[in-house]
């Protein structure tokens, strides 16, 4: 379902190191932001129904509504300057705002979109 890169999965080893046996980082999709959709992450439990992906002992938790959003996502984590942390690249937006946060998807469901600025176009919800 989700490809989890190896310099993100040395990065959630780090960061689930102090959290309780079975703790994953959970990928949710939410209405909201400039395009949108928006991605959230945090640490977690899995729950039923969750995807659950494990790569090099770690674990990403993926909810049945935010997995029709989040199907053959990569999680990539970027050091860089200006912006550094884990980043999701979705073959499913048709777009996304400049904060790389906040997309449209490709194809119609379940929740309505915002008009979506243009691709690249800085995000003004930060």
Request: proline fraction near 5%.
């Amino acid at each position: 379902m989700i490809r989890v890169t190896d310099s993100a999965a040395v990065q959630l080893r780090e960061l689930l190191s102090e959290e309780e046996a079975g703790a994953g980082l959970r990928l949710m999709v939410e209405k909201g932001g400039c395009a949108g959709l928006q991605y959230a992450m945090k640490v977690d439990i899995s729950r039923d129904g969750d995807a659950i992906m494990e790569k090099d002992g770690t674990r990403v938790l993926v909810d049945p509504a935010s997995a029709v959003y989040l199907q053959g996502c990569e999680l990539d984590y970027v050091t860089a300057l200006n912006d550094s942390g884990f980043k999701i690249l979705n073959p499913n937006a048709a777009r996304s705002c400049g904060c790389g946060t906040s997309f449209e998807p490709a194809a119609t469901g379940p929740v309505v979109a915002a008009p979506a600025v243009p691709d690249g176009e800085a995000c003004k919800s930060s």
